[in-house]
């Protein structure tokens, strides 16, 4: 929604003057500095923008700024120069009308910086594109470079226009700029030669010592330092805040931008540089022998590189600086000059160089910012003309502003007026009319052809004779004298003869602005401005086409006799083309304040400005624009502001606006004589009625704050309360959703429990019906059975004999042993003799037949094992047999014997050739060879034998050596004795009587004692020829060595021993054998 403002919201002050109330110079005053003290750097009078010079920068030229003020009615946001350059650029834009901004005040209140405003904000809202873009840039650029040779520093102002500046920039139908067109006024050019104190020269000769390259320096043969020149002041030649380098590449880059070409700079750069050392250049006088003083160059180095820098011949720039050529109808005459004249013309030279360059420079920027089609433009103007001066030293240079300032305030009170007048016939109001101070007579004093000052001047610098600056004063004395703004002690107004403050050399002349004191000397020079010929001749002959270009006249094909045009006639006619251009456009003002001498923000010097308000006729301003009607305002807006004072307005008015608002103003009851109805405007008197309406409106508009307020927070509070509401239904049903479900949920599962017991319940029923009914079932079943069996035994009773219950007896029987040795074969155990397995008895009556059966099973087997051995093996067992059936139970050595086998020849002596001998010796098969103790009866000990047994005997050779020691024919043994232990002691008992009984009994010991005995006994069985050999076996026997008979007695050994037997004679009659105990 678009928010209507006004100027009139949150106003400070006022934001118009034409609205003050009481209006008086103070109020005015009052109100700028209210404005001023509050950052309100912009006031209006109408349609005229007052600006004050904040001296800072401050944040109102934001692209936002310039966006809020685009498109916006003039009056409509508080008062900005955008504002103003807004209205401009659309009435040109969308009326056709051609405008000019107008933009006066005094040195350093900010006409410059307004112009580049305006334009930046042209520029802003203007169309874009890539050409467009390129013109915006290219006319944006040209200021930079007009500022480097135009500005300078003065007292006033660091960044001083020392020349006069209209602009004009083109558009086509659409509003998009095409180029532009700089005309130019006045430069100040005796500056080039001398400035004032604690003031410099123009921009560029200090920004061209700083910034150019040690290169660009070398090439124009110049220093880096600014004491090196004359033409340069040194007191201010660095200025704060100013950086002159930098500002030499702004400015080659805008050169640059604006389409200047590399040579063009260099030459531009080149002519600088020659003024430079011009001012190097000094004079000497030489005496002449007539008597007189010529002047001389001191030092010629300076001379010499100027001329090298412009391609000029030296010695003829020489001469033209000594010599000045007259030249009257056919007649040439020459005279040498004086060195005040030579310095004199050195000074012209350099300051018509300088000017020279200026105008080039602006004709080349003209050719690149010229639009580029010759269709009809749309023009707008901006003038940033130097403002009205008043100094306590006037001159001529014054003199010509103050009158351009005099013509610029002519046209501005006649377009005031007439544009005032012609919205009054447009409007249909009667126009009265209005008094005010017309500035026509002063114009008229200066530059009317035939008496005006001006016009004076000219005729004094044509006349032949002597002319000086007091023949002038003399002359205006006559002709001025009754003209009432002229002053002067010497005319023949008696006013002034004695008034002291008008000094004799001067005239004074009251000014729309005030009264200006001008002080007449240099008057007619200053006019002249005259450069001698030979200086222009000199420079148009140089070897350099822009010195070339600048100084036309020198050319000696078109020596022109007649005078140049005077400074003052020039002015007066571009000034008349300036009026003229100026009246065919809208106009536009804007009128510059400077609050203080001091450069300084926030300093508003009352006196200073209370001058400037003079001086620029503001109050006239505000009275010539109040005297019709001080405040007009369209109908449409007018009711939109005010509607809501009266009831019938209120809200919304239906009918015409015009009728609305006269409803409005009725019902207010404002008297009629303070205001009228205009065709599309209501004309209000008197500022009065406006604050009155602005009053009422303000406090309606308080009412209105509360009631939209009031109605906001009611609003608020319904549409807070109406969200609550919903958002409980939205909680409520989910909460009732969520309780419904977890109720639904618990009646699910108690329906699904009692469901499950009544099915359970049910189920049960069903099941004890069924069991009954199977149980009936069966019990019929089984009483069926029961009686089927008693109806058939009843009925087969009679076929049954007596002793059916034997055979079926017999029969279980039979069925029952069969069943017995059927399961028998398939449980069998395995054929090893050994395997103690044997099947459980399956009933008890039959114990008997299983054990028989087992005892049959293992005869069978071990008949079976028996009848797979061979002979020899058969003779091994029938060994071991015999040695079980001597030795079991018997002798506790037996066990251990049963699985060794019994080898026989222990000793292999067939084979052994260590018993080849012995073997030989032997005529018998060798049954048992091997080694035995034979125990000495003397004291126990056993010595080792081999004991040799053959069919026929026993044998003991010595171990050693082989050699039979006894041979004992079997015959001869009666018996052989061992004990019940586990010893292998055996006693060999002989036959008394016999031959080997001679030595007595032999008492051995081996460890295959029970081999060795039933070999012995098995010998005696198979000999038929022999009784067999006894075997006693106990622990007490009696041996028969040689006579005595000693008892061997066998005792249980202590563990002590060890595991050996050991063998002890006790007395002559017991040999103690210890056996250690098995167990
Ligand atoms: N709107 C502004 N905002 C901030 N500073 C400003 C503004 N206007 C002017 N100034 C300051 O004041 C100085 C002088 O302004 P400017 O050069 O525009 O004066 P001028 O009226 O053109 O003076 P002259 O007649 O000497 O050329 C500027 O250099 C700048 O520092
Ligand atoms: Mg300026």
């Known amino acids: 929604m678009e928010v209507k403002t006004s100027l009139l919201d949150n106003m400070i002050g006022v934001g118009d003057m034409v609205l003050l109330e009481p209006l008086s110079e103070d109020s ?11 950052s309100e750097i912009y006031t209006y009078i109408g349609s005229v923008v007052i600006s004050m010079n904040p001296y800072r920068s401050l944040p109102i030229y934001t692209p936002d700024k310039v966006e809020e003020y685009r498109n916006r009615n003039f009056y409509e946001l508080s008062p900005h120069i955008y504002a103003l350059a807004d209205e401009a650029y659309r009435s040109l834009r969308d009326q056709d009308k051609d405008q000019c901004i107008l933009i006066t005040g005094e040195s350093g209140a900010g006409k410059t910086e307004a112009s580049k405003l305006v334009m930046s904000y042209v520029a802003a809202v203007c169309g874009k594109g890539q050409e467009v873009n390129k013109v915006k840039e290219q006319l944006l650029q040209s200021n930079p470079v007009l500022e480097a040779f135009g500005n300078a520093k003065t007292v006033r102002n660091d960044n001083s226009s020392r020349f006069g500046k209209y602009m004009d920039i083109e558009f086509d139908f659409k509003g998009d700029p095409l180029g532009g067109v700089i005309s130019n006024y006045l430069l100040e050019k005796s500056r080039v030669v001398k400035q004032p104190r604690g003031e410099r020269n123009f921009h560029v000769f200090y920004q061209l010592l700083s910034g150019a390259s040690d290169d660009t320096l070398k090439k124009l043969k110049l220093y880096r330092d600014f ?23 702004t400015v080659r880059n ?14 531009v750069l080149e002519l600088v540089a020659a003024v430079l050392k011009l001012g190097n250049i000094e004079f000497k006088p030489e005496s002449r022998c007539n008597g007189t003083d010529e002047s001389r160059i001191k030092d010629k180095n300076d001379l010499k590189e100027m001329c090298e820098l412009l391609g000029i011949e030296q010695s003829v720039l020489e001469r033209a600086f000594s010599y000045r050529t007259v030249e009257a109808k056919m007649e040439k005459v020459s005279t040498t000059l004086n060195v005040a004249q030579a310095y004199y013309a050195r000074d012209a030279l350099a300051k018509n160089l300088y000017s020279r360059l200026f105008s080039w420079l602006v004709t080349r920027i003209n050719e690149s910012i010229k639009a580029q089609t010759k269709t009809r433009h749309k023009v707008m103007g901006v003038l940033d003309i130097y403002g009205f001066e008043i100094f306590e030293d006037n001159s001529f240079e014054q003199f010509i502003i103050n009158y351009c300032n005099e013509k610029l305030q002519q046209i501005f009170i006649e377009l005031t007026l007439r544009e005032e007048q012609e919205e009054y016939v447009r409007e249909g109001i009667e126009w009265t009319n209005i008094e005010y101070f017309n500035n026509a007579i002063i114009c008229d004093l200066i530059e009317n052809n035939q008496n005006g000052i001006l016009a004076m001047l000219d005729e004094e610098c044509l006349r032949p004779g002597t002319v000086t600056d007091e023949t002038f004063l003399d002359k205006l004395n006559t002709v001025c004298a009754e003209h009432q703004h002229f002053e002067s002690r010497l005319s023949k107004n008696s006013k002034f003869l004695n008034d002291h403050s008008l000094p004799h050399s001067c005239f004074r002349i009251q000014h729309y602005a005030g009264k200006v004191l001008y002080r007449v000397e240099g008057f007619v020079d200053k006019n002249n401005d005259l450069l001698y010929r030979d200086l222009s001749q000199a420079m148009y002959k140089a070897n350099h086409s822009l010195i070339k270009q600048l100084f036309p006249e020198g050319n000696p094909a078109k020596v022109n006799l007649k005078r140049p045009p005077t400074a003052g006639f020039q002015f007066k006619a571009s000034v008349g083309t300036l009026m003229r251009n100026l009246q065919t456009k809208n106009p536009n003002y804007i009128r510059c304040i400077k609050p203080n001498d001091k450069k300084a923000s926030h300093i508003f010097t009352e006196s200073l400005v209370r001058h400037q308000v003079r001086y620029l006729g503001l109050m006239e301003n505000v009275r010539v624009r109040r005297a019709g009607y001080a405040f007009r305002q369209a109908y449409e807006p007018c009711l939109e502001r005010y509607k809501m004072l009266c009831k019938r307005t209120w809200p919304h008015w239906r009918g015409p606006a015009r009728e609305g608002v006269e409803v409005l103003m009725a019902d207010l009851q404002v008297p009629a004589e303070e205001f009228s109805y205009g065709r599309s405007k209501i004309f209000i008197r008197n500022p009065r009625t406006l604050f009155f309406l602005e009053e009422r409106r303000r406090q309606c508009l308080q009412d209105l704050a509360t009631l939209i307020q009031k109605i906001y927070r009611g609003w608020k509070c319904r549409s807070q309360f109406l969200l609550l509401k919903q958002s409980q239904i939205v909680v409520a049903a989910w909460y009732r959703r969520y309780a419904q479900q977890k109720k639904y949920q618990r009646i699910k599962s108690a329906t699904t429990v009692v469901q499950s017991y009544t099915r359970g319940w049910q189920a049960r029923k069903l099941l004890r019906e069924l069991k009954y009914q199977k149980r009936c079932e069966e019990a019929a079943t089984t009483i069926a059975a029961y009686w089927h069996g008693t109806q058939v035994r009843r009925e087969y009773r009679k076929y049954f004999r007596a002793n059916a219950g034997k055979k079926i007896y017999d029969f279980t029987i039979q069925r029952i042993l069969q069943k017995y040795f ?36 293992h005869l069978w087997r071990c008949k079976k094992y028996r009848s797979q051995f061979t002979e020899e093996k058969k003779a091994v067992y029938e060994e071991k047999l015999e040695a079980s059936e001597i030795f079991k139970d018997k002798k506790a050595l037996y066990p251990s014997s049963v699985s060794q086998p019994f080898k026989g020849d222990y000793l292999e002596i067939s084979k052994n050739p260590k018993y080849q001998k012995l073997s030989s010796a032997m005529d018998e098969k060798v049954l048992l060879a091997d080694v035995v103790n034979k125990i000495n009866r003397a004291n126990g000990k056993g010595t080792a034998r081999i004991f040799l047994l053959t069919k026929k005997s026993v044998v003991l050779a010595d171990q050693k050596t082989g050699q039979v020691k006894a041979s004992v024919p079997l015959p001869d043994l009666t018996s052989v004795s061992v004990s019940t232990q586990s010893d292998g002691f055996f006693a060999l008992k002989l036959k008394e009587g016999s031959a080997s009984a001679v030595k007595g009994d032999f008492l051995l010991s081996s460890e295959h004692l029970i081999e060795i005995i039933t070999k012995l006994h098995r010998i005696g069985a198979t000999a038929a020829d022999r009784e067999q050999l006894n075997v006693d076996i106990s622990d007490e026997f009696l041996v028969q060595f040689k006579q005595d008979k000693v008892c061997v007695k066998f005792i249980q050994g202590a563990p002590k021993n060890g595991n050996s037997v050991s063998c002890k004679r006790k007395n002559n009659r017991l040999l103690e054998v210890s056996v250690p105990s098995t167990a």
């Open 822 to 857: 059927l399961g028998l074969k398939s449980t069998m155990p395995s054929m090893s003799p050994i395997d103690k397995n044997w099947p459980a008895r399956p009933y008890l009556f039959l114990d008997g037949t299983h054990t028989e059966l087992r005892r049959i099973f």
């Open 227 to 249: 004491s090196k020149y004359n033409y340069l002041s040194l007191d201010s030649a660095v200025v704060n805040g100013l950086d002159d380098a930098a500002n030499f590449r």
């Open 254 to 267: 805008a050169m640059q931008i604006v389409g200047f070409m590399e040579d063009e700079v260099q030459s």
């Open 28 to 38: 005015f005053l009052e109100n700028l500095k209210n404005r001023f003290d509050h």
